[in-house]
């Protein structure tokens, strides 16, 4: 079923995200449909972390949030897959920015659709180190194109890369400041 195939790569791409706290390294891999956004920033220092996204992601209170999002999205097993995932990944902080009472309702299960829809649009299914990445629009696993701009660092869909380059074992994450919404989502209407 097309949902399940986009709840696992959305899963997967939260795991991703989750990684990009602490990582591991992998194979590097590119998207050939759209550019990468591009930048000299150095590849984070972490050492090579010990799982998957999903695993690393877990092992940092910094992305507890998300780790509970792809848990209730059913995204888990999928960013835990052999990938390769670049997973732009937000914040506890970047959820606490969501206007009041949002989050909850996307943990909701009758949202569960919408809120894989939300994790899915923040991975790219290549791993991409900010070294490659190039200004232009990327595909998501969700579906969607998502715009890289890299004028004064590395921005995605208007978030902004605080932490390049934390691997894990089946990708890479990219640390972002806010949660990304794909256009045709309505949030309000939750």
């Known amino acids: 079923?097309?949902?399940?195939?986009?709840?696992?790569?959305?899963?997967?791409g939260i795991a991703a995200l989750t990684l990009a706290a602490c990582g591991s390294s992998s194979d590097s891999a590119t998207t050939s449909s759209?550019?990468?956004p591009t930048s000299s920033s150095a590849e984070a220092s972490a050492p090579a972390a010990a799982g998957t996204i999903v695993e690393v992601a877990a092992g940092n209170p910094d992305f507890s949030t998300l780790v509970a999002?792809?848990?209730?999205?059913?995204?888990?097993?999928?960013?835990?897959?052999?990938?390769?995932?670049?997973?732009?990944a937000p914040t506890n902080e970047a959820f606490a920015a969501l206007p009041a009472g949002l989050l909850d309702k996307l943990l909701l299960p009758e949202n569960k659709d919408v809120l894989a829809k939300i994790l899915t649009f923040h991975v790219v299914a290549a791993n991409v180190p900010s070294s490659d990445v190039v200004a232009?629009?990327?595909?998501?696993?969700?579906?969607?194109?998502?715009?890289?701009?890299?004028d004064g660092g590395i921005k995605?869909?208007?978030?902004?890369?605080?932490?390049?380059?934390?691997?894990?074992?089946?990708?890479?994450?990219?640390?972002?400041?806010?949660?990304?919404?794909?256009?045709?989502?309505?949030?309000?209407a939750l």
């Open 136 to 150: 232009g629009d990327v595909d998501t696993v969700e579906g969607s194109k998502l715009t890289i701009t890299t």
């Open 1 to 12: 079923m097309r949902t399940t195939r986009i709840a696992t790569i959305a899963v997967a």
């Open 69 to 88: 999002a792809v848990q209730a999205a059913g995204l888990a097993e999928t960013l835990s897959g052999t990938g390769p995932f670049t997973v732009f």
């Open 156 to 188: 995605v869909g208007g978030a902004t890369v605080v932490t390049p380059d934390v691997p894990a074992s089946n990708g890479v994450i990219h640390v972002i400041d806010a949660v990304l919404v794909p256009a045709d989502v309505d949030v309000s």
């Open 34 to 36: 759209a550019p990468a």
